[in-house]
Each structure stands twice: as C-alpha cells, then as structure tokens.
C-alpha cells in the first residue's frame, strides 16, 4: 500500500526558513514521481514544487528562488527560505507513477498534510 507521511511543519515568522520532508512507502522498487503541493484556506491545492520527466523539477513562481526540492531516494525535502506570511498552507507530499499526472498536478497518492504558519 502506497503512503506518504508529510513532517516538519510549524509556525515561523515572517522572513523565516523552514524544512519540510515527506516519506514514501510500499512502493517497493517501482519509481514514483513526487511533489510538495499546498492549499491555503478558501484556495484550491496548487503544486508548490515536483518532479517530472525523471530529475526535471518545475517550481510555482510564487516560490522560485525561495523554496528548493531535493530528494534521496523516496525521501523528498522540501527546503522554504524567506517565508511570507502568504506562504500559510497546508503542505501535501503527492506521488503518481505517471510524469503526466505529475506535470497536471494531479497525483494518485497524497499525505495527510502538515501545516506552515508564517506571521508577520
């Protein structure tokens, strides 16, 4: 069974930096794509930062050059510098087999999510 378990969330202030990680299990040897996406209340879930077409990562331009993906295996951590308080979501790890699916933001599997509050 595919799970992915989100950690690392918290309040920070404004300017601040934050790490996020996410797990993925039960996958066996079979190579999935993931993601950060996130979803601020009253707002539809939007991708954040995820992978595609093998090591490309494709980045929100609301967190280019702030945020910054890396992954170790089925680890993948999600670096957050220079938090604004418009940063406040909750963050979701998505996984999907499929590049497609990824590109669309659209991933078969999602985490429970892990909240980030920056205030001012």
């Known amino acids: 069974q595919v799970r992915l378990m989100e950690t690392g969330g918290t309040s920070v202030r404004d300017g601040g930096s934050l790490v996020l990680s996410c797990e993925l299990s039960?996958?066996?040897?079979?190579?999935?794509?993931m993601g950060w996406f996130r979803q601020a209340p009253g707002q539809e879930r939007k991708a954040v930062a995820r992978?595609?077409?093998?090591?490309v990562t494709l980045y929100d331009d609301d967190v280019k050059g702030r945020f910054v993906l890396f992954r170790d295996d089925n680890k993948l951590t999600l670096q957050m510098n220079n938090l604004h308080p418009e940063d406040t979501a909750m963050y979701y790890c998505?996984?999907?087999?499929?590049?497609?699916?990824?590109?669309?933001?659209?991933?078969?599997?999602w985490g429970q999510g892990t909240q980030v509050t920056v205030s001012s």
């Open positions: 039960g996958v066996g040897t079979k190579f999935y794509y």
């Open positions: 992978q595609y077409l093998g090591a």
């Open positions: 998505g996984a999907d087999q499929s590049t497609k699916e990824m590109l669309y933001a659209r991933p078969s599997y």
